[in-house]
């Protein structure tokens, strides 16, 4: 572990469930002193690459500082990392967003489409595929907000026929595209070659995770999932790109990925706090400032951090100290 790294654990209290969480752990890492102090955000989310908390503490705990070991830490470290290795200095980028609907119960519903109404969302993101009642729901949207984008997400949660059934009975609601609704690329390819408009978000993970252990063990073998593939794969209509979990030599392969291919990138949040949003905020700005991004997910925090004060590096100190008076962050275990 470098001496001059400094690491911080927090939990924030979500509204309500996402994918089963209620709260959201992370850890802050601090690298450098004064004015030249960086900050950056760890969000894993262990049900999309399989790497928990524990997991990036014992890897930072193990690694000696070389290069070599920095480039097997897990992606969502190294993604942190690269914030914190460039003295902090607050960015005011403004970026449009999607309005999220993560779940089909109603209350959570009724409140996400009102935000929709009221905000004149140029998007809604909304998850499909946990119920019996999409059809019902997808309706009363675009009757609510008849000429904004609309986006369907089921996080592999369906088969081919099922995916294309919804597809199907979809076709007066002038859905954008429908992400991610099958787990394999052979089924997704399968919906494109029937006309389904698809965005591409864990298929991206996958490739980008193939090809990193294919380096690693030294081979030349196509993976299932890997970005040779891809490379054949029906062009989507998007590409959700999420950083947090991509890593910084992930993002800027699947963005020049994107580039070669045509494919618009969509910036999207993996439920980070209001520093780490700011951080993606930075990134959308730069690869694609006139799209509609995924960083929709500030009001499912119930508590979040106010990173009003943090304008420079120097002013990090004070605002962990805060933090930790308030027993808001502390240090790891070990730390």
């Known amino acids: 572990m470098l001496a001059s790294l400094r690491c911080y654990r ?22 450098g002193e004064g004015a030249q102090t960086g900050i950056g955000e760890v969000a894993v989310w262990p049900s999309f690459d399989g790497v928990s908390i524990e997991d990036v503490l014992a890897a930072l705990h193990a690694w000696d500082g070389t290069t ?7 992606r969502a470290l190294l993604w942190a990392l690269e914030c914190a290795s ?14 999220l609907i993560a779940s089909d119960d109603d209350a959570h519903f009724d409140a996400r489409l009102r935000e929709a109404t009221v905000r004149r969302a140029p998007a809604v993101k909304l998850k499909v ?33 099922a995916a294309y059934r919804l ?22 390819a399968e919906l494109a070659r029937r006309g389904v408009k698809l965005a591409l ?32 794969f029906p062009t989507p209509e998007a590409f959700v790109i999420k950083p947090s ?33 700011e951080a993606l905020a930075e990134v959308a700005a730069r690869i694609a400032p006139a799209a509609i991004h995924g960083l ?34 502390t240090h790891p275990p070990r730390w």
């Not at 009975?169 to 997704?188: G, I, K, N, Q, W």
């Not at 993002?251 to 969509?266: K, S, T, Y």
């Not at 979040?304 to 805060?322: E, H, V």
């Open 245 to 277: 979990l991509l890593g910084p030599s992930g993002l800027q392969e699947i963005v020049e990925f994107a580039q070669r291919r045509g494919v618009p990138c969509i910036v999207s949040s993996t439920f980070e706090s209001r520093l780490g949003r």
């Open 68 to 74: 070599d070991a920095r480039n097997k830490l897990p």
């Open 201 to 232: 978000d864990e298929s991206l993970l996958d490739a980008v995770r193939e090809s990193s252990d294919a380096v690693r063990e030294g081979s030349d073998a196509v993976r299932e999932g890997s970005l040779e593939l891809l490379e054949v």
């Open 129 to 161: 595929g946990r119920g019996a009642r999409d059809i019902e729901h997808i309706a009363r949207l675009r009757s609510a907000l008849p000429t904004t984008e609309l986006r369907l997400d089921a996080n592999r949660a369906l088969d081919v026929e």
């Open 296 to 329: 929709g997910t500030a009001d499912f925090f119930a508590e979040d951090f106010d990173t009003d004060a943090l304008q420079t590096a120097n002013d990090i100190d004070a605002w962990l100290d805060a933090l930790q008076a308030a027993g808001r962050i």
């Open 167 to 188: 597809h199907e009975a979809c076709r007066d609601f002038d859905v954008a595209y429908f992400e991610e609704p099958c787990a394999t690329l052979a089924d997704l």
């Open 10 to 31: 927090f939990s924030l209290r979500l509204r309500s469930a996402v994918a089963g969480v209620t709260r959201r752990d992370g850890l802050f890492v601090v690298v």
């Open 86 to 99: 460039r003295p902090f200095a607050r960015s005011r980028v403004a970026v449009r967003s999607a309005v």
